[in-house]
């Protein structure tokens, strides 16, 4: 996967010399420019057919739903009859949903779990041009879509986020709830992460996306699993590590030795997520589902 960071900091910095320095004082035509220019560097979609969408072997249901302004959006889930639990994962700024194969797979092959991994507008197969508001209403459709399928209750679902996709799952957990929370390699705010890669920059300033997870994290109060790279190169380990001073109990971090941001979680991991599924708390019983029958059926 490609990321930008680099090249979107340094390009923030050539611009605020030309600009008087911050968005927030462009105005009109300037600030819709700028907005552009920005999220251009800091969303980096794989478009179809980039990807392998025919994964060998792997027998995923190839869905469409669309978001609240209309978008249509794309997504692959992969269920199971009787699921220990009911899995989003939302993928990182590069990429699309073909690259989440591998974890897609662990989570429901070796964890028993039905999951729904989908792409925000303008990755893979779903319309659009991404942007924070996008993002972050996509992800909001996708449960939506997921709980209607899997007949649980939104707030049940289990939210994994990577990169990117934390910043999301965090925003939908804070907001709504939900029955667990998963963030792999998290960074504390895009703006942080920017800063990182060229400390000189006032991105704090500069950018408009946020996603600013730090001062949100701790108004989720359910159970969290945290898992980072000590290695991670795009989203340093301290970042992780604040988020994670920051949230509520109760919750575990998986420190991932020599990880970098792409590489998947360790071993560690599968043994610490079977323990956070047997902890999580019983879903909701929804009703049964009317049946379908036709008019004039006995039935």
């Known amino acids: 996967m490609r990321y930008c ?5 340094l390009c923030l910095a050539a611009s605020s010399l030309l600009t008087g320095c911050a968005s927030p004082f462009m105005a009109g035509d300037r600030q819709s420019k700028w907005s552009q220019f920005e999220n251009n560097h800091v969303f980096v979609p794989a478009k179809y057919p980039e990807g392998d969408w025919k994964p060998a072997a792997y027998q995923f249901e190839d869905v469409w739903f669309k978001s609240d302004d209309g978008t249509r959006l794309n997504g692959w889930y992969y269920p199971q009859p009787k699921p220990a639990a009911v899995v989003l994962l939302a993928h990182g ?7 989440t194969v591998p974890l897609l797979k662990r989570l429901h092959d070796d964890h028993n779990l039905t999951v729904f991994s989908f792409d925000y507008r303008g990755y893979g197969k779903s319309d ?12 909001r459709a996708a449960r939506k879509w997921l709980a209607q399928r899997a007949h ?19 925003e939908l957990a804070a907001t709504d709830g939900a029955r667990g929370l998963i963030l792999l390699n998290a960074f504390t705010s895009l703006p942080e992460v920017a800063g990182h890669h060229w400390p000189l920059v006032p991105t704090g300033l500069l950018m408009q996306n946020r996603l600013d997870s730090l001062a949100r994290i ?16 795009v989203v340093p380990l301290s970042q992780g590590q604040r988020l994670f001073e920051k949230a509520h109990e109760p919750k575990q971090f998986v420190l991932h030795a020599g990880g970098r941001h792409q590489d998947p979680p360790p071993p560690e991991f599968d043994e ?14 929804l009703p049964e589902p009317r049946r379908w029958r036709a008019v004039g059926s006995t039935e």
């Not at 700024?93 to 690259?99: E, I, P, Q, S, W």
């Not at 659009?128 to 992800?139: F, K, M, R, Y």
């Not at 610490?272 to 019983?285: G, N, Y």
Request: zero cysteines; a negative charge; charged letters at 20%.
């Open 128 to 139: 659009g041009t991404p942007d924070e508001a996008g993002v972050l209403a996509d992800t």
């Open 93 to 99: 700024n590069a990429g699309n949903v073909t690259h």
């Open 5 to 9: 960071w680099r090249q979107l900091v």
């Open 152 to 170: 649980v209750a939104e707030h049940d679902i289990l939210l994994v986020g990577h990169s990117l996709g934390s910043g999301a799952m965090v």
């Open 218 to 233: 701790d108004r989720y109060q359910g159970p969290l699993l945290q898992v980072h790279g000590d290695r991670d190169r």
């Open 272 to 285: 610490a997520l079977d323990k956070f599924l047997a902890q999580l708390a019983p879903a909701e019983t």
